[in-house]
Structures are given as C-alpha cells and as structure tokens.
C-alpha cells in the first residue's frame, strides 16, 4: 500500500506543511498507522488528510483567495525602492484585519532549531538569496533587489495562498530571466492540473524548464493542499517524473509555487528557524497560486 510512511524520503520536508524534516515530525505516526493498517482495514491515507472541498468549502476559499489577491495587487501598486519589508508587512497586516481576514502566517507554527519560534509576522518577505520564509525586517529596499512577497488569509475560516515577485529599480538580464522563468514554471505546472494528471507531471514540466534555462528546482520546500488548513495534503513537489504520485481529482485545492535559484539547489535555515536562504548566495526566485481541480481543468483562485 502506499503510504507516507513509505513515499517518503526521511531527510524530506514534511507532507504537513510544518517545514521540518519527515523523520522529526511525521514519520513515526504514518509508520504506526501502516501497521495498523495491517491488523484492521483503515481509509487510505489520501482519503483521509486530502480534503476534497465541497461547494460551499469552495466558495469560501475562492473569497479568501481573492482577499489574497487584492492585498498583493495594494503591494504592487506600493512598493519601491526605500520601503523596508516591516512596512509590507505592516500594509498587508492593517487591510487583512479592515477586511474582516486573519494574516494566517502570523504566530503560526514553530520554526527549526533552539528557539522553536512561531512567525513572528503577518506576510513572508524573501528578498534575493532568501528562497522562503523571510521575515520582515527594517531593511529598507535597494535598486536592483528582487523580493518575494507571500500572503495568506484566513477569511471566515477559508484559506488562500499566494506570491508573487517584485523586481525593484533595475536588474541585470540573467536576474530579470530567473524572475521570468520562474513565473513561466509556474504557468507550466498550472497547466498541468486537469483530473487523473498525476502530481509527478506538475514537478517534471518546472523542472525541465528550469533546468533548460540553466537554473536549478529547490528541493527542501513544496508546495501543498490548502483551504480548509493553513498546509493540507498532498505535497506539490516541483521536481520529478512524469507518471508517477498521486492522481488528481476534481474538487482538489492545492498551491504550486516553485523556488528556483541562479545557482544550486542546495539551501539552509538561518538562525531564527525560518529564513531558508542559498548556501552558495545566488539569487532565488518564487512564485505561487493556489488552484482549483475542476471537471475539465483547473481554476486559478488566487489570479
């Protein structure tokens, strides 16, 4: 059967969305629940953590994410060179709360290491060779940086996840054509997304592309199932072959936002337990919708 427990590699990040190894976090429990699974039939494990949305689910996440939505557009019309990420992230956090929404990344988990940290603030900022989970700082922006920023609400309980990149003053070519090509990933892992496609077909178009233009896939993040929960299954690997994981299935929610770096792969967690950043110092870029699986294709909730 195939489960977690066995899909899994052990050094990967786990399916739950906690950002922390497999082996520390959910390893254990999938193994005692295979065994289980021997001795009493069980629900399969796709049938019982994918959550497959009902209309009315549906119809909460679709606000939520286009909550989502208008409060990356407020960051695209605001944003230059001299905002410090303290102040997106003060933006996003003010309209969130006038807006009757939640920041759902605000106090949210624990991070790696020591301190166990939740995060600390309402958006992630990531800003040039951070891959993810920046925190918002006083640093004010520069002429020539590029900054992702990532935005989640929760709305009535609803969920919708999105980022985009934000390319300030002016970049040389190879930095703008990562930027591009890593939106270009995106769009070909979207277009991927109908019924039976399988999750292997997603990682295998952003890889190719990627790597086709000189780049390389990050592997230590994923995307994941999300509405209902903050992080959902399934995981949404931006790397693989095609053919293989699970199939999708109509009414699927799930985000794909692929981390692509100028150099390697390769990537550590700083200090405060979130900021994962480059460990040869190239630049990375992301973007990220969270999606629909439909009858006959996908809807794009957070477009």
């Not at 935005?151 to 999105?162: E, L, P, S």
């Not at 299954?233 to 936002?257: C, D, K, S, V, W």
Request: glycine share 10%; net charge negative.
């Amino acid at each position: 059967m195939k489960t977690a427990a066995n899909l899994i590699s052990r050094n990967a990040t786990c399916w739950c969305g906690s950002g922390k190894k497999y082996k520390k976090c959910h390893l254990l429990i999938d193994q005692k629940e295979v065994s289980a699974s021997a001795e009493e039939p069980k629900p399969k494990r796709k049938d019982r953590n994918i959550i497959i949305k009902t209309e009315e689910q549906i119809d909460g996440i679709r606000k939520s994410c286009q909550m989502t939505k208008d409060l990356l557009d407020m960051v695209e019309e605001r944003i230059s060179v001299g905002v410090t990420t303290n102040e997106i992230d003060e933006w996003v956090h003010l309209e969130t709360l006038a807006r009757g929404a939640v920041p759902a990344p605000l106090n949210y988990g624990r991070g790696q290491g020591r301190q166990r940290m939740p995060f600390p603030k309402s958006i992630c900022t990531s800003l040039n060779e951070v891959i993810c989970h920046g925190i918002p700082n006083s640093q004010a922006l520069r002429n020539g940086d590029i900054l992702n920023v990532d935005v989640t609400c929760n709305f009535h309980g609803y969920f919708g996840d999105a980022s985009r990149m934000f390319v300030i003053g002016e970049v040389p070519d190879r930095t703008r054509e990562l930027v591009e090509v890593t939106r270009e990933c995106l769009n070909l892992g979207i277009e991927q997304v109908r019924p039976n496609t399988k999750l292997g077909d997603i990682g295998h178009a952003i890889q190719e592309h990627a790597e086709n233009h000189g780049f390389s896939v990050v592997r230590d993040f994923a995307g994941h199932g999300v509405g209902i929960e903050f992080h959902e299954a399934p995981q949404i690997l931006h790397y693989g072959e095609p053919g293989i994981g699970e199939a999708l299935r109509e009414n699927m929610i799930f985000t794909i936002e692929p981390m692509i770096n100028i150099g390697d792969y390769a990537c550590k967690v700083l200090g405060d337990g979130w900021t994962a950043v480059t460990t040869d110092g190239t630049l990375s870029a992301q973007w990220e919708h969270t999606m629909l699986v439909t009858s006959s294709g996908v809807e794009v909730l957070t477009a």
